[in-house]
C-alpha cells in the first residue's frame, strides 16, 4: 500500500503541504479538509495503477509505468483529496485550485501542480 507519511516525501515538498494545509485551515475552515492520498509508492505498486484502464478494468489513473517522481525515496510528488466534515470525499476541481494557489504563492515555481500539464491534467498531484 503507497505511503501517506509527509515524512516520506522530499524536504521541499514537506514544508510545502505543511504550509499549504495550515493556510487552508486558517482561511477555509468551512470547505472540505486536504489530506495526503499518496507519497512514496513502490514501482510494483506503480505498475499496478498503470495497469488500470489498461490490462485491468478502470479509468487511466496515470501514464508512468515505473521509475516516477512518487517511486524515489524520498519521494518528489505527493497526491491529495479532500473529505467533508462528515468524512466524505470531494474531487471539486475548484478545491484542488485554491490549494494550488497556496503552494504557488508561497513556493514561487518550486513546487509544480499536475492542474497545469497540457495534457493528462492531474488535479491532485504536486511535484518538485
Known amino acids: 500500500m ?3 507519511k509527509v515524512t516520506d516525501l522530499d524536504y521541499r515538498l514537506q514544508r510545502a503541504y505543511t504550509l499549504a494545509v495550515h493556510e487552508w485551515r486558517l482561511n477555509y475552515p468551512e470547505l472540505p479538509q486536504p489530506f495526503l492520498t499518496c507519497t512514496f ?5 506503480q505498475a ?6 489498461r490490462t485491468k478494468p478502470g479509468k487511466i489513473v496515470t501514464n508512468i509505468r515505473k521509475g516516477g517522481k512518487h517511486n524515489v525515496y524520498p519521494a518528489q510528488a505527493f497526491d491529495i483529496a479532500f ?4 468524512d466524505k470525499l ?3 476541481p475548484l478545491l484542488f485550485a485554491k490549494f494550488a494557489s497556496i503552494i ?3 513556493f514561487n515555481g518550486l513546487i509544480k501542480w499536475g492542474g497545469d500539464w ?3 491534467k492531474d488535479l491532485p498531484h504536486f511535484e518538485v
Do not use: C, H, I, V
Open 2 to 4: 503507497p505511503s501517506r
Open 41 to 45: 509508492r513502490t514501482n510494483e505498486e
Open 48 to 53: 499496478e495503477l498503470y495497469a488500470k484502464g
Open 104 to 106: 504557488k504563492e508561497n
Open 83 to 86: 473529505k467533508d466534515s462528515q
Open 118 to 120: 497540457k495534457t493528462f
Open 90 to 92: 470531494d474531487w471539486s
